[in-house]
């Protein structure tokens, strides 16, 4: 999959640039079952009333001149303004060339705000407020589990007081060619608060990261693409 010499020589430039973001946490898996749990938080936004826990965005792969992958984190497609690599996707759908499609066009991710309760592969982490960038699978988990037929069901994903942690679990799925699944996860049914006290409650909320100014920032990177 090829881009504008304009598009590829920033691919360059933002590979030797990245490195790791400390403020992301990721669920630490055994590299030969894919097998991995940990006992997590969302967490409530702290920053507006009027803004939701999460952030949706858009994330493309794109591979430079060096055949390195990259991720571009945040297209301008995330901010309701036109993107270079999803119109470039959109002509190959048109043209019905699917190989090129799928290299190209944006995955749907959501960004949140989590507390870490229990990371049996990294305990250093418990305690500990992140980011969390997750899928469409384990959203749906979340939006699910807020609309439950029986109300003695219904989870509150985001509650400081009365919410339910959520137990993350990876798994190699053979019926999927062996790709990571996380279908069973699921919500604790017991609901519990963040922490035993106002001021514990207070210091992990101060945690928190801007959602939308992280996906602002990210995007700022690539504005200047053609």
């Given at each position: 999959?090829?881009?504008?010499?304009?598009?590829n020589e920033?691919?360059q430039s933002q590979?030797k640039?990245?490195?790791?973001?400390?403020?992301?946490?990721?669920?630490?898996k055994?590299k030969?079952?894919?097998?991995?749990?940990?006992?997590i938080?969302f967490?409530?936004?702290v920053?507006s009333e009027d803004?939701?826990?999460?952030?949706?965005?858009f994330?493309?792969y794109?591979?430079?001149?060096d055949?390195?992958?990259?991720v571009?984190d945040a297209c301008?497609?995330?901010?309701n303004?036109?993107?270079?690599?999803?119109?470039?996707?959109?002509?190959?759908?048109?043209?019905?060339?699917?190989?090129?499609y799928?290299?190209?066009?944006?995955?749907?991710n959501?960004?949140y705000?989590?507390?870490?309760?229990?990371?049996?592969a990294?305990?250093?982490?418990?305690?500990?407020v992140?980011?969390?960038?997750a899928?469409?699978?384990?959203?749906?988990?979340?939006?699910?589990s807020?609309?439950?037929e029986f109300?003695?069901?219904?989870?509150?994903?985001?509650?400081?007081?009365?919410?339910?942690?959520?137990?993350f679990?990876s798994?190699?799925d053979?019926?999927?060619?062996?790709?990571?699944a996380?279908?069973?996860?699921?919500?604790?049914?017991?609901?519990?608060?963040?922490?035993?006290?106002?001021?514990?409650?207070?210091?992990?909320?101060e945690g928190?990261?801007?959602?939308?100014k992280?996906?602002?920032?990210?995007?700022?990177r690539?504005t200047d693409?053609d």
């Open positions: 999959l090829s881009y504008s010499k304009d598009l920033k691919i590979s640039k990245f490195q790791k973001d400390e403020r992301f946490w990721t669920l630490t055994d030969d079952t894919g097998k991995g749990e940990a006992i938080r967490l409530p936004s920053f803004e939701f826990p999460y952030v949706k965005y994330e493309h794109v591979r430079g001149d055949n390195r992958w990259l571009v301008s497609r995330s901010l303004r036109p993107c270079p690599i999803c119109e470039r996707a959109s002509k190959y759908y048109q043209a019905n060339m699917q190989d090129r799928r290299l190209a066009k944006a995955r749907t959501y960004l705000n989590i507390l870490v309760v229990d990371d049996k990294c305990p250093e982490n418990n305690g500990k992140f980011m969390f960038k899928g469409v699978t384990i959203h749906n988990m979340i939006v699910d807020m609309n439950s109300d003695d069901e219904a989870k509150n994903p985001f509650g400081v007081y009365d919410g339910n942690n959520f137990i679990r798994r190699k053979p019926s999927k060619g062996g790709q990571i996380y279908d069973k996860s699921k919500f604790d049914d017991k609901s519990t608060p963040i922490a035993e006290d106002d001021d514990a409650i207070s210091k992990i909320l928190c990261e801007c959602l939308t992280y996906v602002h920032d990210a995007n700022a690539w693409l």
